[in-house]
């Protein structure tokens, strides 16, 4: 990519960041317990799938975190309450080099960086209007890059809606991303890219298709490492929580909207010989006549900031609920800490917006060993060690 385009884009960063304050990371970094070497930081935070997957392979140091949502933040809080510091935005200035000094201080340590920066300008439930989004979420990515050039980690995942990747309207940016991710440190990373879809690897049942970009230090990796292969999904009523007849929800208490996507499922459902009443059929509750209905069977659609709290379970006469969200999303019972004063639309929402936890533990098991790291958890998901073959027609290999 010629070096002129970088310089505009950046030129936007930096416009968007001019009257920014400049953060400040302290000097001497709180260091974890002395056998902790495995160390995380995030941005675009939320409920920090990325930590809570860590946290089931090894001990490791939660270093920071970013979150512009301060109900967001405050159950970022309450679930990782060891991370040391949480910036309001990563699109202020911050000056993140002592955490590359201190990582530096043995190169055997691992620093691992996560984000899930905003899909909605990307993605087909909202306006797709890329880097003209006019909400300035696509300039999120910034952030992102920058946290990356100052902090050098071992290795790091980003991930987006596949449209991103897939769609012809986004292929110039997309490739504008990576390129830019490959110039980090003069070619640093091998840069690695794939759709995955969680209920494909996820363990999980659950639609959620996602471009997941990982980038791995040249000097560090010692070992060849592939994406997760498919398994076979959970039944869609594993992870349901038991209701009884009085948990109905009155079909007269839903709206218009609603009442139609119910009707038009049951003719779809029947239309495939299927017995609505009884199976685990889905359906989205909230999409507009013009979207269409959308109904799965044994599985829930894929689940969104805007759609989380409205999907509707046929066989339940009941709607999704929060804590099966979370199983979906491939989070554990009680790995979540809801403040009581955050409203149940925010939770809602922090779900929809989540990686799938089981998707990076899968990734990170794979490949934290890469880069020489003794995974102290491998045992508890040695189910996830098989790798699969690259699917060359879906991932991109650059600087190699």
Sequence with gaps: MPPAKVKVKKNVKDQA???QTIVQVPRQIPVPKASSKLFYGSDCSGLDAGALALGRLSPFGHLFASEVDPS???????????????FEDCLKKRNLFPIAQFMEQDPKDVLVYTSGFPCQPYSRQGLRQGQHDQQGRAQVFWGCLDAIQQTKPTFFVLENVADLARAS????????????????????????WTILDSYEVGN????????YIVGVRKDRQVRSWD???????????RILVPRSNADKIALTSLSDTALRNVNRAIQIIMSKKGRWYCEPWVVDLMPAASFGTNVTYNKLPTITKSHAAGLWLMHKQDKVRREELLAAQGIRSGEVKI?????????FEMIGNSFTATVLERLFS??????????SGRSRCSRFCSHAQVDRSTTCHIGT
């Design 72 to 86: 967001y933040r405050k159950v970022f809080q309450e679930t990782h309450p060891t991370c040391k510091i949480v």
């Design 17 to 19: 960041c001019a009257k």
């Design 339 to 347: 403040p009581a004063a955050v409203a149940d639309g925010k939770n």
């Design 204 to 211: 999980v049942p659950a639609s959620r298709e996602r471009v």
């Design 366 to 375: 794979v490949l934290l060993p890469a880069v020489g790291f003794n995974c």
């Design 169 to 192: 309207s986004f292929d110039g940016i997309f490739r504008d991303i990576l390129d830019m991710l490959n110039l980090i440190g003069n070619g640093l990373y091998t840069i690695h």
């Design 227 to 237: 994406w997760p292969q498919p398994i076979r999904p959970p039944p869609l009523d």
